[in-house]
Each structure stands twice: as structure tokens, then as C-alpha cells.
């Protein structure tokens, strides 16, 4: 930049008392903005960033939130009109300057989370549905990352810091049907004794209603196709109360992000 510019830059950050230099000074991080905008940006914009959350949902808010997820809003908005409205605020709105309580490198990182908007955007129910009964996030609230929450688990010596994540036995049953503690129960039971009996290392047992679906790692799924293991697959599911068995044969995949579409 030339000496003017530079100059020029110099004064103005000391007339508003803001620094100009607007860049951020590394690559942002996609996760950390998650982690601040759950923890920051929520109470009013909501988790999916559609401008209903808590606050917003009292209807105090006048003008309310803006839904951070319509692109008619936000068309033509650059990322650094983005940059700008966090760092400032806007005038005469409840969106006030974020300019001092995260510094440039955070604005940024939010940023970057709400560019993918697949994130935003995502159908995450057990997220709404604990924002919508004003469940607390204790570690996300205080802005750990789940690597952070590990590093702390060991200083604390709990013997649990370096279990293998897992993901919640509620994921095991489609979207749009009702959770219920028996539905989790045969779940967890059928899962423990798959493993058990079978010797599978992966295992998911995908609770369908009257149909047990059971995902195992790819490289297990030929023997578990074998007519007497199969026979063995169904004794077990059969036990646990259901009537029919599929064993996927593509294997293990996380869970479908999207609703199930009938
Ligand atoms: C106290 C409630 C509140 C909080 C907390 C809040 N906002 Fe806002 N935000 C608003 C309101 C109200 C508006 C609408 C302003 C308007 O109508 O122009 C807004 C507007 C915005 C806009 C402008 C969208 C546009 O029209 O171009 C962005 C971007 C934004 N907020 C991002 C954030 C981020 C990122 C955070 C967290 C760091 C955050 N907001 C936290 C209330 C809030």
C-alpha cells in the first residue's frame, strides 16, 4: 500500500476509532465461526440463521433479525458489507457492533460459516428442537471446540478424553418420526449384541417402523449376506421385536442429512 493510503488509513482509524485494515490475517475457519455464531449470533438469528430465535421469537425485536439464509436479503451483499455490519452494527437496530467483542479474525471466521450455507442451512432437528425448548450448550456456549474439550479432559485426567466420537442413538431413526425411549432402547440392545455375536466392529441398526435396516462396515457386508449369517442377523432383530430385516448392502454411511422424502 502506498505511504498516502497508509496515512490516510492511520487517521481514520484513529477518528472512529476502528482499525481499517479490514483483511483478515489468515484463512478463516469455517468451524470456529460455527462455534461463535452458536454461541453469539443464535439467540436472535436462530440456529439455522432464519432470524427466529429466542429473542427474536419474544417479539421485541423492531425491526426483527435478518434471516441470514434469504438470498433475496442478502443479493449483492459482499463479504465485506457482511464484515462491516458485524464490525459496526446497524444503526437504530437491536444488531449491535460486534467490533469488540470479537476480534477481526473471529468476524471473519463467522463470515466463512455463513458462506457455506449448507451449514446454515442444513436440517439439523435435534438442534432445533433444543433451541425451541431453550436446551443449554454449556461447551459450545462457552466457545470450546470439541478438540479444546478433549485437551481439557486430559489435563482433568478423565479417562474419557480420547473416546472415539459416537454419534446419538436418536440419528438411528428417520427424520420425521417420533423419538421414543423404547424405539432407542431396541437400538442400543440390538446394536450390542450384532457386535457381540457377529464380531462387527461397525454396526447401525436403523430403526424403519416395523423394519430393522442394519449398516455394517463395506468389507463385512458379503459375509453378513450369507444365507446362514443373514439367518442369524434376523434371529437377533427378530427378538428385538421386528418383523422385517434389510442389510444394506452399501454399507455403513452417516446418517441421511435430509428428510426422508416418501
Ligand atoms: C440482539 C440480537 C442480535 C444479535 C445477538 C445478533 N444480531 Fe445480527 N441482526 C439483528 C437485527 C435486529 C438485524 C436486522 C437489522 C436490519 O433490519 O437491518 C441484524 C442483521 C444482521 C446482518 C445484516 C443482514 C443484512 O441485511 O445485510 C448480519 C450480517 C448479521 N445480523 C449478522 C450477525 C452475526 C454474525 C451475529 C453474531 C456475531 C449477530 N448478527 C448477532 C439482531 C442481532
Redesign the pocket.
Known amino acids: 500500500m502506498c505511504r498516502i493510503g497508509t496515512d490516510i488509513e492511520r487517521q481514520l482509524t484513529v477518528a472512529i476509532g476502528e482499525s481499517l485494515d479490514e483483511r483478515p490475517a489468515r484463512e478463516p475457519s469455517v468451524m470456529n465461526g460455527e462455534l461463535?455464531?452458536r454461541s453469539?449470533?443464535t439467540?436472535?438469528?436462530g440456529m439455522q440463521g432464519r432470524g427466529d430465535g429466542p429473542?427474536a421469537r419474544a417479539g421485541q425485536?423492531k425491526?426483527?433479525?435478518?434471516d441470514?439464509t434469504d438470498s433475496t436479503?442478502?443479493a449483492g451483499?459482499t463479504p465485506l458489507d457482511?464484515y462491516r455490519?458485524?464490525s459496526f452494527g446497524?444503526p437504530g437496530?437491536?444488531?449491535?457492533s460486534?467490533g469488540e467483542a470479537?476480534s477481526r479474525e473471529e468476524r471473519w471466521d463467522?463470515i466463512a460459516y455463513g458462506a457455506v450455507t449448507d451449514a446454515l442451512g442444513d436440517v439439523r432437528p435435534g438442534m432445533t428442537a433444543a433451541d425451541r425448548h431453550h436446551i443449554h450448550a454449556p461447551l459450545l456456549e462457552a466457545g470450546l471446540s470439541k478438540v479444546e474439550v478433549r485437551m481439557l479432559a486430559r489435563r482433568l485426567a478423565l479417562r474419557v478424553w480420547d473416546k472415539p466420537q459416537s454419534a446419538c442413538l436418536a440419528s438411528r431413526i428417520p427424520h420425521g418420526s417420533e423419538v421414543t425411549v423404547e424405539k432407542l432402547k431396541q437400538v442400543e440392545r440390538g446394536e450390542a449384541v450384532l457386535r457381540e455375536k457377529l464380531g462387527l466392529r461397525v454396526v447401525r441398526l436403523r430403526h424403519e417402523g416395523v423394519k430393522a435396516r442394519i449398516e455394517v462396515a463395506p468389507s463385512d457386508v458379503a459375509r453378513l449376506l450369507r444365507p446362514e449369517e443373514k439367518e442369524a442377523v434376523l434371529a437377533i432383530v427378530q427378538d428385538l421385536g421386528f418383523a422385517e430385516l434389510e442389510i444394506d448392502p452399501r454399507g455403513y454411511r452417516r446418517a441421511d442429512p435430509l428428510p426422508q422424502e416418501d
Open positions: 461463535l455464531f453469539t449470533c439467540r436472535c438469528h429473542v425485536l425491526p426483527p433479525p435478518a441470514l436479503l442478502l451483499t457482511l455490519k458485524i446497524v437496530t437491536k444488531m449491535r460486534f470479537l463467522a
